[in-house]
């Protein structure tokens, strides 16, 4: 049976990942709340394996203390640190800052292919858009979630979230609304050719 692969990303209204100043929202632009922080536990509690690209994999290494018992540490992110994780990557060689991580060199539709045939746990992967992206356009992706937070960035967005993906026909798996303003969509792609 072959293991299933979910692309999991937070963006805005406009869909960005990110913004620069003169935007002072902080994480998730402040629209965290209980709901929300709740489903992403719930989400990383159960046992998949991750999947990084290298760049997403830095910023969490950076982002997520080595020890997970931080009073500011979200639980959802200490619960995803504590997985394993493949780091998709020519240049990440040392993944000593993720306590189950392991580094593969070469072409990612290839390693994820082989992930997702020998996996006996589902695949998930937090970010890494040009990753996935990629793994989109491969038909690897069978899931991609969402998750909308009630901003709209403008000027000050810097990173569309799938401006690096082709086109693809989105049906609707799963929806939920969290702390009454934040939209979780989950759909299944379909390239669009």
Same mark, same amino acid.
Request: include cysteine.
């Given at each position: 049976?072959?293991?299933?692969?979910?692309?999991?990303?937070?963006?805005?209204?406009?869909?960005?990942?990110?913004?620069?100043?003169?935007?002072?929202?902080?994480?998730?632009?402040?629209?965290?709340?209980?709901?929300?922080?709740?489903?992403?536990?719930?989400?990383?509690?159960?046992? =998949?394996?991750?999947?990084?690209?290298?760049?997403?994999?830095?910023?969490?290494?950076?982002?997520?203390?080595?020890?997970?018992?931080?009073?500011?540490?979200?639980?959802?992110?200490?619960?995803?640190?504590?997985?394993?994780?493949?780091?998709?990557?020519?240049?990440?060689?040392?993944?000593?800052?993720?306590?189950?991580?392991?580094?593969?060199?070469?072409?990612?539709?290839?390693?994820?292919?082989?992930?997702?045939?020998?996996?006996?746990?589902?695949?998930?992967?937090?970010?890494?858009?040009?990753?996935?992206?990629?793994?989109?356009?491969?038909?690897?992706?069978?899931?991609?979630?969402?998750?909308?937070?009630?901003?709209?960035?403008?000027?000050?967005?810097?990173?569309?979230?799938?401006?690096?993906?082709?086109?693809?026909?989105?049906?609707?798996?799963?929806? =939920?609304?969290?702390?009454?303003?934040?939209?979780?969509?989950?759909?299944?792609?379909?390239?669009?050719?």
């Amino acid at each position: 049976m072959t293991a299933t692969y979910t692309f999991d990303v937070f963006c805005t209204l406009d869909g960005y990942g990110s913004y620069t100043e003169p935007g002072d929202w902080g994480g998730y632009w402040g629209k965290q709340g209980p709901e929300f922080l709740d489903r992403r536990a719930e989400q990383f509690s159960g046992d =998949h394996r991750m999947v990084f690209g290298a760049n997403t994999f830095r910023e969490f290494i950076e982002m997520i203390p080595s020890t997970t018992d931080s009073a500011d540490l979200d639980p959802w992110l200490a619960l995803m640190r504590a997985k394993p994780a493949t780091v998709i990557s020519s240049t990440v060689a040392d993944t000593s800052g993720w306590p189950d991580a392991t580094p593969a060199s070469g072409d990612a539709a290839e390693i994820v292919r082989r992930l997702k045939d020998e996996s006996d746990v589902p695949l998930h992967s937090h970010g890494s858009l040009s990753l996935n992206a990629a793994l989109m356009a491969a038909g690897l992706v069978d899931a991609v979630r969402v998750t909308i937070f009630p901003v709209i960035t403008g000027r000050c967005g810097t990173r569309p979230v799938f401006g690096d993906a082709g086109g693809f026909d989105l049906e609707l798996l799963d929806s =939920h609304v969290l702390d009454g303003r934040i939209q979780e969509l989950t759909y299944r792609p379909t390239a669009h050719f």
